[in-house]
């Protein structure tokens, strides 16, 4: 798919797996999370894939190999510093795809579908939401009267109100590319984890009259 770079978020810990091993290699169907969604976008016809390691990297470049490149976040401090990390891998005229590297399920056509929406509406973010039957904890997604979203809202931030909201954020988005980079450099660690949010990156811009 022409014109679309795709950053994958595979730094993390995974601390609530309880286990030595980075969660993005954990296997399903024999294969470890991070390279199903590798290979959804490969058959997404996304040729361009930086994934982005920390914890456990050289064990994660050693299940992927050469076939995708690397940013490295060294310290854990946030999606929004992740996805930062990626900068000087990414051709920023390109749209920029952000996907999570422990979601095996995402489909090449959920992701065609997304990059497909994008670029008809002409829009600097496009995000991928869901109704699950049970939203807990889970970013809840926060619509104005429009139904625009307005922002979105992690969990341990949200407050009793928020947290009745039923449609969630799945971590997948579409940017268009200098302005995800503009923008994340606005981004700061006002909130219960102290960490860098990509989702700030749309109340920022609502609030700067941007989206």
């Known amino acids: ?8 978020m595979a730094a993390g810990k995974g601390t609530r797996m309880k286990s030595k091993y980075p969660k993005v290699l954990h296997q399903i169907s024999g294969k470890p999370l991070v390279a199903h969604v590798v ?16 914890h456990g990297r050289e064990l994660v470049e050693e299940a992927l190999g050469s076939d995708v490149k ?22 920023q005229t390109k749209i920029v795809l952000v996907v999570s590297g422990d979601t095996p399920l995402l489909s090449p056509e959920t992701l065609t579908a997304l ?9 600097n973010i496009t995000v991928l939401t869901a109704i699950p039957d049970n939203s807990a ?8 009267e429009s139904g625009l979203i307005r922002e979105i ?14 449609e969630i954020n799945t971590g997948t988005y579409c940017f268009s590319g200098e302005f995800l980079f503009q923008a994340l450099e606005n981004v700061k ?14 109340s920022l811009s609502v609030q700067a009259g941007l989206l």
């Open 1 to 8: 798919m022409g014109g679309v770079a795709a950053i994958v």
């Open 39 to 54: 290979q959804s976008l490969k058959e997404a016809y996304i040729d361009d894939v930086t994934v982005v390691i920390g």
């Open 70 to 91: 690397y940013a490295y976040q060294l310290e854990q401090l946030g999606t929004g510093h992740a996805v930062l990390q990626a900068k000087g891998q990414v051709d």
């Open 115 to 123: 990059v497909d929406k994008h670029r008809k509406t002409g829009a």
């Open 137 to 144: 904890g889970y970013g809840r997604i926060v619509r104005n």
């Open 153 to 166: 809202v992690e969990e341990k931030d949200a407050t009793p109100d928020i947290k009745e909201i039923k």
């Open 189 to 202: 660690p006002n909130n219960a984890q102290n960490e860098y949010y990509l989702t700030d990156v749309i």
